[in-house]
């Protein structure tokens, strides 16, 4: 088809721009100085910085703790969300699924620190992080639920009933064994989401506990070191790794996220 | 275990309708089960949370942050339900400049951003088959890096020794124009913007794009079109779906973002988010904060009820 010149030109340019910066990153990551400038040579300085930083590894502690819990009862509740949505088309529960997705996060980071303070007196820390993670990622997973429930044949549910199945065993042997890359998509969805995220933690994480992003907001803000680029080296390469990892075991999670 | 009501081991075809008379109590009984513990979940922190900011909205400050009490024993403390965080909004023009640079800003990044994707989603869709999706990954990718990450590159991109800024300067230079910082401005902001928000808009275009029917453009030639008008009167309004989906999705995190200004923004940069973000964290203004975010709320449901009416009207004609 037609791919002319300019398309190919332009289209190179916006990759050049998305990669170019990362690139930069990477680069600096070995340089042996302290400034983002020059080149000066090869060290392996900052990294071996960077895994002696205890509060670096504490925070990365925590990130890895509340991405495991808050995706499991994320994983839990947005599967019955997206099974509730689509086999029922509850408007309500829909609206509620969505709206926390589609809204500026800040918004629901102040709201769930108003709320934890004013409504139940909470102290701010690890449960008021793992519970907000659950929040946002809940519709996450119900979205990618309920697209997998909509490519499917509603005729093999009603064979299930049919043939005397109860609605636990439709679910259990039926319904479930189907949606199950969805779920695992969407657990992954919502476990990146949490170890990801930076707005909300921010405003519901108070001032004892600290997880990766917050602690390279606080490593940015203070000064710009080559400490910051070795570990976003290692966190893109950890990325990495998971992405060829699920394409390499699970081909099907991947098509499942689309 | 097989639950009584299932009737399995009833013979012919009596089953079926016995199961079906008595399936209606079990299947409201799953109904709530399915359906109730995300709903309580997300009443209690998504619905509960938004109706406590509203009534927030309308409480004074307390002396130490959070909210004043309803009633005090102390006559002289702030007390009550008041309208004073919505009269203070609109007594000040400075909150609604802030939030008229804010839209401009969420204006800029999205054109940019179109500007950027489009012809990318549109080489994309016109590739073989089999290149496509590496091709989408490699958009993706980089969004797979942590936000502040991509936000910290653009610190040293833009940074006073870097070769752009470098570059920049001893251009201006030549021209005998004073340096300019890079860092900390509005430009390095709307960078940023663009930068975390582009795959956004790359892949609801891709994704209407590749749907098009290639006979269309063919018919468009036969019929005596050139390049350019095959693009304006046929990729293009077809495309618009997909041109309103991913602006929506740019624009709206735009608005009420708050950490690349945060970061690479200079003390006049703020937008809404770094306006809610200090009544919260610094001055701990918290009905004020609250005001803010119902603003923001109200921003923002326009734009996607505008969206969803524009998108809904132009997907007719599609």
Same mark, same amino acid.
Do not use: F, Q, Y
């Given at each position: 088809m037609r791919r002319g010149p300019w398309l190919w030109a332009t289209s190179l340019a916006v990759y050049a721009f998305l990669y170019l910066p990362l690139l930069i990153v990477v680069i600096y990551s070995f340089?042996?100085?302290?400034?983002?400038?020059?080149?000066?040579g090869f060290t392996w300085h900052w990294y071996d910085t960077l895994l002696h930083d205890e509060a670096m590894l504490g925070a990365a502690g925590n990130s890895l703790f509340i991405a495991l819990v808050s995706s499991l009862v994320a994983t839990a509740l947005g599967t019955m969300a997206g099974i509730a949505m689509h086999h029922y088309k509850l408007r309500l529960l829909t609206f509620m699924v969505l709206t926390p997705v589609a809204m500026p996060e800040i918004l629901l980071g102040v709201s769930l620190l108003l709320f934890f303070i004013q409504a139940l007196n909470l102290t701010l820390g690890m449960l008021s992080i793992i519970l907000a993670h659950i929040t946002f990622s809940i519709g996450f997973v119900a979205v990618i639920v309920r697209a997998r429930l909509a490519g499917m044949d509603e005729s093999i549910f009603e064979a299930a009933r049919d043939l005397g199945a109860s609605p636990w065993e439709t679910f259990r042997y039926v319904t479930f064994p189907l949606i199950l890359p969805g779920v695992v998509a969407g657990g992954l969805m919502a476990f990146t989401l949490s170890i990801d995220d930076f707005v909300i933690t921010f405003f519901t994480a108070g001032v004892g506990v600290s997880t990766l992003p917050l602690h390279i907001y606080s490593m940015i803000k203070i000064a710009v070191t080559p400490e910051v680029n070795a570990m976003s080296t290692l966190l893109m390469l950890l990325t990495l790794t998971m992405i060829v990892l699920a394409s390499r075991f699970a081909p099907d999670v991947l098509k499942g996220k689309e | 275990m097989r639950s009584s009501w299932a009737g399995a081991t009833m013979p012919g075809c009596s089953c079926v309708t016995e199961s079906v008379h008595r399936l209606v109590p079990a299947a409201r009984l799953t109904k709530w089960l399915v359906s109730g513990p995300p709903f309580l979940f997300l009443l209690l922190f998504f619905v509960m949370p938004s109706v406590i900011m509203v009534l927030a909205s309308f409480r004074y400050p307390g002396e130490f942050g959070g909210l004043a009490p !309803?009633?005090?024993?102390?006559?002289g403390v702030l007390q009550g339900v008041t309208l004073e965080t919505y009269q203070f909004f609109f007594s000040d023009p400075i909150y609604g400049q802030v939030f008229v640079k804010s839209i401009f800003m969420a204006l800029s990044t999205t054109l940019i951003c179109l500007t950027m994707a489009y012809p990318l989603a549109l080489l994309i869709a016109r590739s073989p088959k089999k290149s496509r999706d590496l091709m989408v990954l490699l958009v993706i990718l980089p969004f797979a890096s942590n936000f502040l990450i991509r936000v910290y590159a653009w610190m040293i991109v833009l940074g006073p020794q870097s070769a752009l800024s470098q570059m920049v300067n001893g251009f201006l230079q030549w021209f005998g124009i004073a340096p300019v910082h890079l860092l900390f401005s509005p430009f390095a902001v709307l960078i940023a913007m663009v930068y975390v928000h582009l795959p956004f808009m790359v892949l609801p275009l891709y994704t209407n794009l590749e749907k098009h029917d290639p006979s269309l453009l063919d018919a468009a030639q036969d019929l005596g079109a050139n390049a350019w008008q095959r693009f304006w009167r046929v990729t293009f309004p077809l495309s618009l779906p997909g041109i309103f989906s991913g602006s929506a999705l740019v624009f709206i995190p735009v608005l009420g973002m708050f950490a690349i200004p945060d970061i690479l +923004? +200079?003390?006049?940069?703020? !937008?809404i988010g770094n306006l809610i973000k200090e009544q919260f !964290? +610094?001055?701990?203004?918290w009905p004020f904060g609250s005001t803010l975010s119902i603003m923001l709320t109200i921003a923002v449901l326009l734009i996607a009820w505008f969206t969803a009416r524009v998108a809904g009207h132009r997907g007719s004609y599609a």
């Open positions: 340089n042996d100085s302290r400034l983002n400038a020059e080149w000066v | !309803l009633a005090a024993t102390d006559p +923004g +200079g003390t006049g940069d703020m !937008l !964290l +610094g001055t701990r203004d």
